[in-house]
């Protein structure tokens, strides 16, 4: 509980974290926009353009690559990926324990064992 105010306070970012003001204005900026970023007309370029500079903004932050950026749909899909990368790239060669997100735990056509 927050001393101040009297609102609970929000602990469970591993969880989902709240969104920071200009994160959710850049997204509703957006939201009523049609087009599918593979396809090869008008909306499409137009939405392809925006997933692109949105690619760039994150990789400048991060420090990285645009390339080196890849959106994924959620949390499960993102587990999938990086596992299964790093098996492809090692087989053998990835842990995953108990306590970790069902998410994780459950990449598919990962072999587990229990103990
Ligand atoms: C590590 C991890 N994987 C997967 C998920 C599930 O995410 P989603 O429902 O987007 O697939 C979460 C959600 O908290 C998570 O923390």
Redesign the pocket.
């Known amino acids: 509980m927050n001393d101040l105010t009297g609102e609970p306070v929000y602990l469970d970012h591993?969880?989902?974290t709240p969104m920071v003001p200009a994160a959710i204005e850049a997204m509703t900026r957006h939201l009523s926009d049609v087009g599918n970023p593979s396809s090869l007309h008008a909306s499409g370029r137009r939405a392809r353009r925006v997933v692109e500079e949105a690619r760039e903004t994150i990789a400048l932050a991060l420090d990285c690559r645009p390339g080196d950026v890849v959106f994924t749909?959620?949390?499960?899909?993102?587990?999938n990926l990086a596992v299964l990368g790093v098996l492809e790239r090692r087989p053998g060669s990835a842990v995953c324990s108990a306590i970790?997100?069902?998410?994780?735990f459950f990449v598919d056509n990962l072999p587990h064992r229990s103990d």
């Open positions: 591993a969880a989902t749909s959620g949390g499960t899909e993102a587990d970790e997100h069902h998410g994780a």
